[in-house]
């Protein structure tokens, strides 16, 4: 079946350290998002890239940092710099028809990552 | 920029109709979605309005009033399993990110 991956679902940080999130996605879709959700929140777009080896900054990046070395993979690290990391982790997808984006994101299951 | 609107909690009795509404402020609009997220899992797409008036696809229809800036997602004949939060989404062709509102939590009561 196809879909987007993320794992681990919980994590666990020690503040000052560096950690990577991941998502893969067997949907061959082109663009991958990166958001993060505190509780009662909407939605808030870290990183976001709409191709291989290109990716652009969305509205809260200060932190974070991300690669898209393949088309199917799209890690989150969340850095030491990131100061309120505690949040759920949501991974997304999508991609064209026709040339046109789609209307529709796939998500992944999530990340919970507390720091303690 | 983006932004939406939405009440951040609506209650409702089984069988019953409920509306949650979402007005919206944009640069540029391509439409409007609606995604269902129940506690700790993943959003997952409900609806799209591309242009004015209403979609309906079994007990959910959305609706949209492009000169209002207004949209609402319908629920009828309510389930315990419709209660999950329901996030309004609008995209920026441009750069084709998606941005979402706070949400709405649904709370279904028997």
């Known amino acids: 079946d196809g879909g987007i991956t993320q794992s681990p679902k919980y994590l666990f940080r020690k503040e000052g350290q560096n950690v990577t999130l991941s998502c893969e996605q067997n949907l061959n879709h082109d663009a991958m998002y990166w958001y993060r959700q505190d509780p009662g929140q909407g939605l808030r777009l870290i990183y976001y890239?709409?191709?291989?080896?290109?990716?652009q900054k969305g509205d809260i990046a200060e932190g974070y940092s991300v690669s898209r070395e393949k088309k199917e993979s799209f890690p989150l690290t969340v850095t030491s710099a990131q100061k309120n990391p505690t949040a759920f982790y949501l991974c997304?997808?999508?991609?064209?028809?026709?040339?046109?984006?789609?209307?529709?994101?796939?998500f992944g299951q999530g990340t919970r990552l507390t720091v303690v | 920029g983006q932004s939406l609107e939405q009440p951040s909690e609506v209650t409702a009795v089984e069988g019953a109709i409920v509306q949650i509404n979402c007005t919206y402020q944009?640069?540029?609009?391509?439409?409007l979605s609606w995604y269902q997220q129940h506690d700790g899992g993943a959003p997952t797409f409900l609806s799209y309005?591309?242009?004015?008036g209403l979609e309906e696809t079994g007990r959910f229809s959305s609706f949209l009033s492009r000169s209002d800036s207004y949209g609402y997602l319908l629920l009828q004949e309510l389930q315990m399993k419709d209660s999950a939060s329901y996030f309004c989404?609008?995209?920026?062709?441009?750069?084709?990110?998606?941005?979402f509102g706070s949400g709405t939590k649904l709370n279904v009561k028997p």
């Open positions: 997304a997808s999508t991609t064209r028809t026709g040339g046109a984006w789609n209307t529709e994101a796939f």
């Open positions: 944009t640069s540029g609009f391509y439409g």
């Open positions: 890239s709409q191709i291989v080896n290109d990716f």
């Open positions: 309005n591309a242009l004015d």
């Open positions: 989404a609008v995209r920026d062709q441009d750069f084709n990110k998606f941005y």
